[in-house]
């Protein structure tokens, strides 16, 4: 796909908890940017970087004791600053738009309100690693836990977040739905319940509304 280069790259990110299908959908977001023109460039977090996939093996892996929940954040935004640095700003400078499966709303609803470290250390790595970097727009994938889980329990093997307590998942949806009623121009939540079709028209209405 061509770049359109007289025009702002954006940052667009996918969000939601497990389960919630933002990566069975990332191609439909990707695609209903292309066909507006636009260069699309599909990543996620964490990973994205050669670095930040070897970060993310190293957060879904299980030690004799569980990792702490700072080294957990840490790690996330260790990622993330080569994430930004490799991909994401190049690609927003030539006037790309960026596709995340992730980005540091996840850290806010994950590690500030699931482990319990708070918006403030969170906020305060993300000045450090981010600057004024912020997504244009962020969809939210929403759905019950018990229905996230059970999709994610059909997926395979259940990584470490996935078998976090229910009590864990209901605090992070909590803390996603916060932050997208206190930002309701940057987010859009999509019904992750819905048949599969309609999430993309959900998708697709969002992405439109952005162009």
Do not use: C
């Not at 957990?72 to 991909?87: C, G, I, P, S, T």
């Not at 059909?154 to 739905?177: I, K, M, Q, S």
């Amino acid at each position: 796909m061509a770049a359109t280069t007289d025009k702002p790259g954006r940052l667009i990110t996918l969000e939601g908890g497990e389960g919630a299908g933002k990566s069975s959908q990332l191609a439909t977001v990707a695609d209903a940017i292309g066909q507006a023109g636009y260069e699309v460039v599909q990543t996620r977090e964490p990973g994205g970087t050669a670095l930040g996939e070897a970060v993310r093996a190293v957060l879904m892996a299980d030690f004799d004791t569980p990792m702490p929940a700072m080294s957990e954040l840490l790690l996330m935004f260790a990622a993330r600053a080569a994430h930004l640095d490799e991909v994401i700003e190049p690609a927003l400078a030539r006037g790309a738009w960026v596709v995340s499966d992730r980005f540091t709303d996840a850290s806010f609803a994950y590690q500030g309100q699931g482990r319990g470290l708070g918006d403030a250390a969170v906020a305060t790595l993300e000045a450090l690693v981010q600057g004024d970097r912020r997504p244009d727009g962020v969809l939210l994938f929403d759905l019950p836990v018990e229905a996230g889980l059970a999709r994610a329990g059909r997926r395979g093997e259940a990584n470490r977040f996935d078998r976090e307590t229910l009590a864990f998942h209901d605090t992070v949806r909590a803390a996603y739905r916060a932050r997208a009623a206190a930002a309701p121009d940057r987010y859009r939540i999509i019904r992750a319940d819905a048949e599969w079709q309609d999430v993309a028209d959900q998708i697709r209405r969002a992405i439109a509304e952005w162009l």
